[in-house]
C-alpha cells in the first residue's frame, strides 16, 4: 500500500525554484532511499514530508502531498500531530544537552504522558529498538552529549521512536559518522523497516544500494528517475541517472 | 622563524595582560578592604548612625528593580531572539536597544525625578529608584537574553520541532535551560550594576533611611549603600567620622558584590556541569 503519495510538487525559495513538479510514491514498511549531487533537492524534499520546510522563511510550496490519504497541506493539517507521525533524522546528531533518559523521554514528555513508571517503559523499548540499550544502560542519567557520535545518533534515532512516529525521514543520517558506526545505523535501518516506513537521503550510492528497496535520482530539482533498488543502479532507464552512478559527475 | 617570533611575542603581550588585570584587581581589593574591614563591626551596622537599613535598602531596590525588569527584558529578548521577523521595525528595536544601554546613568536618573518624584508626585521612593534602576537594566536584559537564546544551536530547535513540539514547549523545555548559564550572567551583570548605582538613586530614592527598621513601604525613601558612601563623602555631617564610615561603607559594597556573584555564579556551573556531562570541559 502506498504510505506517501506525492503529486506535482514544487517548491520556491523566494524566486528560486528548487523542486519542479515532484511525483512519487512511497509504499509502507519499504526503504526509499533519496540519491543525487549536493544541491540537487533530495533533502528540500525530504523536509517537505514533515514540513519542516515552513520554518524556513520565504518557502512556497505548491502541489500535494498526501499520508495515509491526508494532504498534510490541507488548511486543516495539525502540525504537531503530523510531525509526530513523521519523524526525522538529521545530518548530525543532535541530542539535547540533557540526561540519556531526558532526551528519549523529551517526546513523550511533550505530547503529555507524565507516568513515571511508563516513562521508563518507553525509554527502555526505544533504546531497544535503536540498540543502543546495552551501551546505556548503566548511564542513563548521564549527560548525552558524552556519548560517541555513533551512539549520539542512534540516541537521536530511539529519541524520535519513542514518540511512536510511522515514517522515518533520514536525512544522511550517517555523514557524520566513522565506518562501524555507519555500519550500526545500515544494520539498524534493516531491523526498522519491519515496522516503519523509512526514507533516507543519502550521497553514498553504496549505501543507497545496502539498504534501500527503491532508489530515487534527483538532478537540480527534478526527479529523474525512481525504481527498485537492484534495476536503477543496473538497468538505470535514464541516461542521466546512468551518467551520475557510473561516476561520470557528481 | 619570524611567524614564529611573533607568535612568541603575542603570547608574552597577551599574559602581560592578563596579569596586569589581575595585579590591578588585587591591588584594589587589598587596599579597600584593607582600610575598610577593621571597621565592619556590629556597631558599624546596628550604632547610631549604622548601615543596616541602607544595607537592607540595596538588596531591596536590587529586589524590586529585578522585579520590574525581569519580565519585560526577558520577554523582549526572547521575542526578538525567536519569534521576530527579521525586518525594518525589528531593527529599529535593536537599534533603540543599543542607544539606551549607552545612555549615561545621570540622565535616567534626572528622567527618573522628573517622571516619578515630580510629575507623579511621590517625592524620593523606593519605589521611583527601582523603576528608574529598571530602566537603565532593561536594554541590557533585552540584550543579553536575545544573546544567549541565539547561542543555543539551532539543530535543538529542529530536533524538537521535528518531533511534534510546539514553540513554546521548544522555548520552555530546550532553549531556555540550554541559554540559563548565560540567562545568569546577564542577570549578574544588572544586578551588580544595580547594587553599585549611586547616580540615578540619588535623584529617585532619595538620601535617606527609613526610621522604621526594615521599612517595606515602597512608598518611603530609600538611601542604598553606595548613595550613603557618596553621601557620607559628599557632605560629612559634623561629629561623625565620615572617613571610617566611608571606608567600611566601600569594604561592604564589595563583599556584597562578590558574595552576591558567587551565590548566582555556582548554581549556574552545576547547572552546566550536568548539562554538559562529565566528558565535556
Known sequence: MDKIVVKELDLFYGEQQALNSISIAMKERSVTALIGPSGCGKSTFLRTLNRMQDLTPGVKIIGQVKIDGQDIYAADTDVVLLRKKVGMVFQHPNPFPKSVFENVAYGPRIHGETDKKKLSEIVETSLKDAALWNEVKDRLHESALGLSGGQQQRLCIARLLAVGPEILLMDEPTSALDPISTMKIEELIAELKDKYTIIIVTHNMHQASRVSDRTAFFLSGDLIEEDITSVLFTRPAKKKTEDYISGRFG | ?281
Open chain 2, 1 to 281: 622563524m619570524k611567524a614564529h617570533q611573533a607568535n612568541r611575542f603575542a603570547s608574552i603581550l597577551l599574559w602581560i595582560g592578563a596579569i596586569a588585570i589581575l595585579a590591578l584587581l588585587v591591588a584594589f581589593l587589598t587596599l579597600i578592604l584593607g582600610r575598610g574591614l577593621p571597621y565592619l563591626t556590629a556597631e558599624f551596622f546596628s550604632g547610631s548612625d549604622g548601615v543596616r537599613g541602607q544595607l537592607f535598602n540595596s538588596f531591596y531596590i536590587l529586589f524590586l528593580s529585578l522585579i520590574f525588569s525581569l519580565p519585560i527584558g526577558l520577554g523582549a529578548g526572547i521575542y526578538m531572539a525567536e519569534y521576530a521577523p527579521q525586518n525594518r521595525f525589528t531593527d529599529l528595536i535593536r537599534l533603540s536597544t543599543e542607544s539606551l544601554a549607552s545612555v549615561p546613568s545621570i540622565v535616567f536618573g534626572l528622567f527618573g525625578m522628573i517622571v516619578f518624584v515630580n510629575m507623579f508626585g511621590l517625592g524620593f521612593t523606593i519605589l521611583g529608584g527601582s523603576a528608574t534602576l529598571a530602566l537603565l537594566n532593561l536594554p541590557i536584559l533585552v540584550r543579553v537574553t536575545e544573546e544567549s537564546l541565539r547561542a543555543v544551536p539551532r539543530s535543538y530547535r529542529e530536533a524538537s520541532l521535528a518531533l511534534g513540539a510546539t514553540m513554546w514547549q521548544t522555548l520552555r523545555k530546550v532553549i531556555l535551560p540550554t541559554a540559563l548559564p548565560g540567562l545568569i550572567t546577564g542577570i549578574t551583570l544588572v544586578a551588580g550594576r544595580a547594587l553599585g548605582e549611586t547616580a540615578i538613586l540619588i535623584f529617585t530614592a532619595g538620601m535617606n533611611v527609613s526610621r522604621i527598621l526594615f521599612d517595606v513601604n515602597p512608598l518611603a525613601a530609600g538611601e542604598t549603600l553606595a548613595v550613603h558612601l557618596f553621601a557620607v563623602k559628599s557632605n560629612p555631617l559634623p561629629g561623625t567620622n565620615s572617613d571610617q564610615i566611608a571606608d567600611g561603607t566601600a569594604a561592604l559594597l564589595i563583599l556584597m558584590v562578590i558574595v552576591f556573584n558567587i551565590c548566582l555564579s555556582l548554581p549556574s556551573r552545576w547547572l552546566q556541569y550536568r548539562l554538559q556531562g562529565k566528558h565535556r570541559g
